[in-house]
C-alpha cells in the first residue's frame, strides 16, 4: 500500500469525524450550507403562495364579491407588502393544507390553524399570532380577577364546549363552584352580561374578542386556561422565510398591528 | 477477495497485543449492545404485558345497547388498552367494536402472532365488554406489490377465510360477533378497484363457511355500509342502499346472520325522518326495510360506526351540545323503537394520538384520557340520571 494513500485515508476519516462533530453540537450551521428555495422563488416570482380554507369567519371567509377576506387574508397582504411581495391566497381544504404545504404547491398557511407539536419535525411553525383557547370572563365590575375567586360562584358555558370541560376540571379542584350549561356562545354572554344569572363564562377567545368588540361589557381575567394558539406554517427548510415572518410578527405586535387587525375584523 | 490493503488503511501498523486488547473490547462492546438490545426487547416483548387483567367487571347500565367503536389497534402500551377499556365500561357501554387486523397477527403465511389481539380481548372481556371484531387489512404477502392494505383480489378470498377461521377459533367464547371487511361501497375500502357488490359476496361465500366450520357459535356481519349518496357510476363509491340490495341480489343472505350498519348523523337531528337522498341517523331503517323485503327480517342488525361531530370548521358538524342531545336520543331510540337492532358502536371513543383534524372531534375521550363532556353525560344517562 502506498503511504501517501494511507495518510490520505487517515486525512479523510479525520475530516469526516470533525464535520459530523461540528454539525451535531452546532446543527444551526448546516443552514450556511443550504439554500432557502422557498424564500428565492418568491423573491423571483414577487409572489407569497398563502393556503387558506376560506371558511372561517372572521379570520377567513368569503366576501359578497366571492374573494378571501377576514384577519388572516389581511395579515398576509400586510406581511408580503413588507416585503414587496403579492399575496396569492390559494384556496384549500382545511385538512389537506398541511398537505399542500409539504408537496409544495403553497409557500405558507395562515388560516387559523392551531399550533400541533406532532408535527414539528415536518413543519416549521411561527410564534402565536393569536391565541384562541379558553379564557375565563366575567362583567367588569364582577369582583372576580381569576378562578381562584369562583368559589360559590356561577359559571356558565357552552354544554359539550371546551369551555364546559375546561369547567369540570375546575369544579374538581373547586367543588362549590356551579356550572350552568347553555346551548350556545351567544346564550352564555347573554347570560352573563344581560341576564347576569352567572358570575363569569368560559368561552373561546374567538368568540371573546367578537363579543368584546361588538361591544359587550366583559373582560378576560387571568391566563388562558387552554391553550389554541393559531400559527403560520411553513416548510422546515424555509429557514429565511421563517425570520421574515418572526420579523414581522414581532413588528406587527410591538406597533398595534395585530390589535388593529382584530379590531377591524372581530366584528359581526 | 484481497482485504488486506484496507486492514492496512484502517489500521496500520499496530503492535499485535495492542491488536488482541482492541480485538476484545471490540468483542465486549458488541456483548453489551446485544445484552442491551436483547434485554429491551424481552422488556417490551413480556415486560410491558404484565399489566394485570385486575377483577372481573361487569358493565352496569339503563341501556343495554349502548356501544362504542375503540381505536386500540395502534394503541402499543397495554395500560393504555386497559385504561381504554376501564374507561369504556365505567361510561355504561357493554359493547366495544374493535379492529383486528389481518397483517398485524399473520405477517407471513401461516405464522401467527396473537399478541396484540390477545391483549385487547382479554381486558376486554375483563371489563366485561362484549367484542365486536371487525376483519380486514391485508398483509403484504397477500396482494400485489403497490396495492394498499385495503386490497384483496379474488384469489386470496381463502388466504383471508383462513385467517378469519384462526382468528374464530383462537377466541372461541371470547368473541362472538366478527365483521367481514369494512365500507366494500367506497373504492377506498375497496383498494382503489371499482366497488363491487358481487365481488364482496364472493368474499363473504368464501369467508363464511370457513368461519362457522371453526367456530358455530361465532355471529358473522356482513355490510359495514358506508351511508353514501354517490351518483351511480361515481368512481368513489356506490350509494349503499344500491349496494345492499345487489349484494341481496348476489345471493349474500346465505352467507351473514346480522346486518352492520354505518349511521352517521351528519349534521341532522337523530329524529329526522329517512329519505334515500339524505344521510342522516335514522337511514339506518332504509337499511333494515331492504332487509325486510329481500325476506330478511328475522336477521337482526348492528350499528357498528356512527354519530355525530362537533369540530367548530367541519361542514358535517354540529355544535358540542347537539352532538350530545343527539348522541343521548340514538341510544335511547335505538334502545325503545328498534328492536331488530342489538347494539350501537358510536365512532370513536379515543385515538392513540390526536388527529388534529376534524376527526378529534367524533371522540369521547381525549388521548390523555380526559373524558369530554359527551362522555360524563353518556355515563349519566347510562346511569339513569338526567342530563
Known sequence: MNKN????????????????????????????????????????????????????????????????????????????????????????????????????????????????????????????????????????????????????????????????????????TTPTLQLQPFDTPAETISALVEAQTVDAILIDNVTLRMAQVNGAALVAVGPVLESNPFVIAMPTTAYELHAAVAQQLTTLQATGGLAALEARWFVD | MNIRWLRQLLWPAVE????????????????????????????????????????????????????????LTDEVEPWKIKRTLEMVRAMGAPWIVEYFPWAYAEPSPGRYDWSHHDLVIEHANRQGLTVIARLGFVPEWARPKDSTPLYLAEDQFPAFANFAAEFVKRYAGKVEYVIIWNEPNLSLEWGYQPVSPEKYVAMLRAVYPAIKAANPAIQVLAGALAPTLAPPGSADGMNDLIFLQRMYDAGAADYFDLLSIHAYGWYSDPDEAPAADVVNFRRSELLRAIMVENGDGDKDAMITEGGWNDHPRWTRAVRPSQRI????????????????????????????????????????????FEPKPLYLEVQRYAEGKSP
Open chain 2, 325 to 368: 342531545a343527539y348522541t343521548l336520543r340514538a341510544y335511547e331510540l335505538a334502545a325503545t323503537e328498534w328492536p331488530w337492532l342489538q347494539a350501537v358502536g358510536l365512532w370513536a371513543f379515543r385515538y392513540p394520538w390526536d388527529a388534529k383534524s376534524y376527526q378529534d372531534y367524533y371522540t369521547f375521550v381525549r388521548t390523555d
Open chain 1, 5 to 172: 494513500w494511507r495518510w490520505l485515508g487517515l486525512a479523510f476519516v479525520i475530516i469526516a469525524f470533525v464535520a459530523f462533530l461540528a454539525m451535531w453540537l452546532f446543527p444551526d450551521s448546516i443552514r450556511l450550507l443550504r439554500r432557502d428555495n422557498t424564500w428565492r422563488t418568491m423573491q423571483t416570482n414577487g409572489v407569497w403562495r398563502v393556503g387558506m380554507d376560506p371558511s372561517f369567519p372572521p379570520f377567513e371567509s368569503l366576501n359578497d364579491a366571492g374573494q378571501p377576506a377576514g384577519f388572516d387574508v389581511a395579515l398576509a397582504e400586510q406581511i408580503a407588502t413588507a416585503w414587496g411581495l403579492e399575496v396569492e391566497l390559494v384556496p384549500i381544504g382545511f385538512d389537506s393544507l398541511l398537505d399542500a404545504l409539504q408537496t409544495g404547491q403553497i409557500d405558507s398557511v395562515i388560516s387559523a390553524l392551531p399550533f400541533d407539536e406532532r408535527m414539528t419535525q415536518d413543519i416549521t411553525y411561527s410564534a402565536p399570532y393569536f391565541e384562541s383557547g379558553i379564557f375565563l370572563a366575567t362583567r367588569p365590575d364582577a369582583g372576580i380577577q381569576g378562578v381562584e375567586d369562583l368559589v360559590n360562584q356561577t359559571v356558565g358555558v357552552e354544554w359539550g364546549s371546551m369551555g364546559d370541560q375546561v369547567g369540570r376540571r375546575l369544579h374538581t
Open chain 2, 16 to 71: 499485535r497485543p495492542r491488536r488482541l486488547l482492541a480485538i476484545r473490547i471490540g468483542l465486549l462492546l458488541v456483548a453489551g449492545i446485544g445484552l442491551i438490545w436483547g434485554g429491551l426487547w424481552l422488556w417490551r416483548t413480556y415486560g410491558t404485558a404484565r399489566v394485570p387483567l385486575g377483577p372481573q367487571q361487569t358493565v352496569v347500565t339503563i341501556n343495554s345497547k349502548i356501544g362504542v367503536h375503540t381505536r
